[in-house]
């Protein structure tokens, strides 16, 4: 780290198919002073989420895109180190959307102090933030999970899926993870007790997959990834089954968009509903979801994992790891230390 | 009518595209006697219904498919004349699906008594029947009307369609209807107080037309038809946005599925809600839909329209018509006279 700079990445280029490093370049530029109300951060954890490749596209959504030649868009967690705001004091650790770079100016707006007693700080970028909550929220608010139910989650040992299986175990349901390669699927049954897994990479018929796994057929399909298992799961699901649409990740990349039939059959014969849903929309609701999976982590009933690596030169390629499946737990960049 | 024989209409043929009269033929057998429990119901009026076209395919859906050589599935109302069963007495009227015959025999089962003092004994097909109660539950339940919200309903003049408009009216909504030729837009600005139409058949973009119709986008689109009017509503969607899939009547005939791109990314973007609806998941408040719709109708707040044909000799004719959006009002064929 260079105590005198601030080093940071900027969107240099809209991909129109699969992104790569050349989209983004790094500066380097003097750490900025503090005005009224304002705090400075140094940035401690990034974090990379598939939502970002949205952020690179150019057009509406639900936010705006990122800005051509400006810093990269991502929350961060870091620890103030010099304020004039008087809610958020010098030594305080923070959580924000603070872009890809190593010191960020806020001042507070969207900002949540972190408590470091309740968990490791990265945490706040994992499993007690942005992804976590959406897994709580989105399992609990759109999927509804009952007692016995089948449940199936794609992208399951990603920084989502892995907490959406969990939560539907507490709730007792029969939980289904779809995932990339032996080593996830072994994690996922046997460090956290889904009760079976489907390695994607190594299945050529998916459909046969979720008969084996899903002999009462499908209630919730929590749906991380779109796709070909999207449409294929329709044909699986029962009457009243939830389909919280929360990622499509292995559509995110596509220059055109894929022609399948409607989905919309599947759903009236069987009474199904769709949704998608965003964790913005329980931001008043913040502060009991993570106090419910920090107990949940301390009682042991909720694990995370970490993919941890170390040093902003590395923010773009960790960021891409995520479209080829390669991290394995929630992808953090490591760019700074606690003073 | 002949009084000494049951002229009935067996199914002969599954189209694989579009049905036409050749699928049914005429039949003529003895009116049966009534067993232990049993009564006989002579039919005063057949419905058909778009839902119909399922029952003629052969596979899973939400009902068992009509059997070929045997009397097309369809509800009916009638007059009980002969009754070995004390819950259901001679002279009551009843409504149950009776088939595509002049005399059908009941244990009671799916059975439903009507009132005649409420409304003409037809209605139970119509508004106060299915199509009625499917209108009510399906935007009250899964729509969730809020005042001041834009409703778009499509198959507007239709049996469902008018009375989710008029329901939606009642709510304080803004209503749009879809609907094909003048003659039905006028009537639903005119008679039933929508507050826009939009004439599919006249109006070669629909995108445009729901863009003037829609200044502040759509909260809510009751879906009758499915096809490519659905595909260009998700366009128009707002945050939070519910989509009640009913029907897809332009979709029924295809006998290959159309390829669109997926409806997700416009869900998820919106956090909409697409769901399917079957107005036999609300069977158990069946009276309570019927006695609101009833009251609505003495207070003049809701209207209805039949297009009332005669003779048992045109149930495939005016089965077909509602492919090609030919009737006008809640298609009913007259097979018999009270006694």
């Given at each position: 780290m260079n105590g005198k700079s601030n080093r940071c990445w900027l969107?240099?280029?809209?991909?129109?198919?699969?992104?790569?490093?050349?989209?983004?370049?790094?500066?380097?530029?003097?750490?900025?002073?503090?005005?009224?109300?304002?705090?400075?951060?140094?940035?401690?954890?990034?974090?990379?989420?598939?939502?970002?490749?949205?952020?690179?596209?150019?057009?509406?959504?639900?936010?705006?895109?990122?800005?051509?030649?400006?810093?990269?868009?991502?929350?961060?967690?870091?620890?103030?180190?010099k304020s004039n705001n008087n809610s958020y004091s010098e030594?305080?650790?923070?959580?924000?959307?603070?872009?890809?770079?190593?010191?960020?100016?806020?001042?507070?707006?969207?900002v949540n102090i972190v408590d470091p007693s309740v968990a490791p700080i990265s945490t706040s970028l994992g499993v007690l933030g942005m992804p976590g909550l959406t897994a709580y929220f989105g399992l609990l608010e759109v999927g509804c999970p009952v007692l016995g139910e089948t449940i199936v989650v794609s992208a399951a040992a990603g920084a989502v899926g892995a907490v959406v299986g969990q939560?539907?175990?507490?709730?007792?349901?029969?939980?289904?993870g779809i995932a990339g390669g032996a080593e996830k699927c072994r994690y996922l049954e046997e460090e956290l007790g889904f009760d079976y897994t489907i390695d994607y990479k190594s299945q050529p018929d998916i459909s046969n997959a979720l008969n084996a796994a899903c002999p009462r057929?499908?209630?919730?399909?929590?749906?991380?990834?779109?796709?070909?298992?999207?449409?294929?799961?329709?044909?699986?699901?029962?009457?009243g089954a939830r389909i919280p649409i929360c990622g499509m990740i292995s559509e995110y990349n596509l220059s055109q968009p894929q022609l399948v039939p409607r989905p919309t059959r599947a759903l009236l014969v069987n009474r199904a509903k769709m949704q998608g849903l965003l964790v913005w929309d329980w931001v008043e609701r913040r502060q009991e979801g993570i106090e419910q999976m920090a107990q949940w982590i301390k009682e042991g009933k909720l694990y995370y994992?970490?993919?941890?690596?170390?040093?902003?030169?590395?923010?773009?390629?960790?960021?891409?790891?995520?479209?080829?499946?390669?991290?394995?737990?929630?992808q953090i960049i490591k760019v700074g230390d606690l003073q």
């Open positions: 969107l240099v280029n809209r991909p129109i198919s699969e992104p790569s490093e050349e989209d983004f370049a790094i500066n380097e530029a003097p750490i900025p002073d503090i005005r009224e109300n304002q705090f400075l951060v140094k940035i401690i954890y990034l974090s990379v989420d598939p939502y970002m490749r949205g952020r690179m596209r150019d057009g509406v959504s639900y936010a705006p895109p990122a800005v051509l030649g400006e810093v990269m868009v991502g929350g961060a967690v870091g620890q103030i180190i030594g305080k650790i923070v959580q924000g959307n603070f872009g890809w770079q190593e010191y960020a100016l806020s001042d507070g707006i969207g939560i539907a175990k507490i709730k007792g349901c029969d939980v289904v057929g499908i209630d919730i399909y929590f749906d991380n990834v779109g796709g070909a298992i999207l449409d294929e799961v329709l044909n699986h699901i029962n009457i994992k970490e993919d941890i690596i170390e040093g902003i030169e590395k923010v773009p390629e960790a960021f891409l790891k995520l479209f080829k499946g390669q991290n394995f737990g929630k």
